[in-house]
């Protein structure tokens, strides 16, 4: 049996609710600067114990309520964030649209990000010049607005470049994160045509998404994931049905309990 294309193993990934809190003087004197007396008693796991294959060709939604470790798990996968326990291999190189953007920095102009991420992700001199038009075009960028930094562009101008540019790569994993959500309806249709050819092209995708229409649409499979716990592994259609069963139970209990306080 060949290979799967991720696997990943009992993965666990802790973060601090405070890591941004800033340690006054008095705690730095008493313990140093390099110690976080607060380290221990405010990390939580974001997610734990996760463990699923994916095999070439397959398409999986991730589903779940906000905050439930979806992103971060995808981000685990994309090697951006690593594991605080188990394991993940992924074999063959990835093509992330995580975080709606796809890296771009906000001081470079339309142009200089696709050239600078399009070469970040392996694209050569070569390639980039050859699709970058085809590129703008996709993203329906005006001609002006290619040499203007991105900072100026509104958040689906950046999207749709993102996308644009992060589906011409040929890598076989892709990992989308919400950013069918972001478009508009005529480029969220550009997008689809984009994703069935790269499916029909044997690769594998794995798709974070609140929309049931989506997710549906491209995948086989669905990971249900709760409070940072795999809980489901199954076909896409039992993953949403068992998500919006429990989504209901909980709007049916909060109903109760306002009905109980009126
Ligand atoms: N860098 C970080 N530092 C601290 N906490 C984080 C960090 N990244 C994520 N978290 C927390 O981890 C949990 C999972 O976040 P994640 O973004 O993976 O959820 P999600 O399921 O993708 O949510 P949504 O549907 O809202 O996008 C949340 O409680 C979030 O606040």
């Not at 049996?1 to 991720?6: D, F, L, R």
Request: hydrophobic share 40%.
């Amino acid at each position: 049996m060949a290979e799967p294309v991720i696997e990943a193993k009992g993965l666990g990934v802790k973060f601090a609710m405070n890591r941004r809190r800033k340690r006054s003087m008095r705690e730095m004197f008493i313990h140093g600067t390099k110690r976080d007396p607060n380290k221990g008693e405010t990390d939580f796991w974001a997610l734990r114990n996760v463990s699923f294959d994916v095999a070439k060709g397959e398409c999986v939604g991730i589903v779940g309520k906000n905050g439930t470790g979806k992103s971060t798990l995808l981000k685990m996968i994309a090697g951006v964030l690593i594991p605080d326990e188990g394991t993940v291999t992924v074999r063959g190189k990835v093509a992330p649209l995580l975080e709606l953007r796809a890296g771009f920095n906000d001081q470079l102009t339309g142009r200089e990000n696709v050239n600078l991420v399009g070469s970040l992700h392996g694209m050569s001199p070569k390639t980039l010049e050859e699709k970058f038009d085809e590129i703008v075009d996709f993203a329906e960028i005006k001609p002006g607005f290619i040499d203007t930094p991105v900072r100026h562009y509104s958040s689906g101008m950046k999207v749709r470049l993102g996308f644009a540019l992060i589906s011409q790569l040929e890598h076989p994993v892709m990992l989308v994160d919400e950013v069918l959500a972001v478009g508009d309806k005529s480029f969220r249709n550009k997008c689809y045509d984009a994703i069935d050819r790269m499916l029909a092209n044997e690769r594998t995708m794995v798709l974070v998404s609140h929309s049931e229409g989506d997710l549906r649409r491209f995948c086989n499979r669905g990971l249900y994931v709760r409070q940072g716990e795999l809980v489901l592994d199954t076909d896409i259609k039992a993953a949403l049905e068992a998500y919006n069963a429990d989504t209901k139970a909980e709007i049916d209990k909060r109903k109760k309990k306002d009905g109980k306080a009126a």
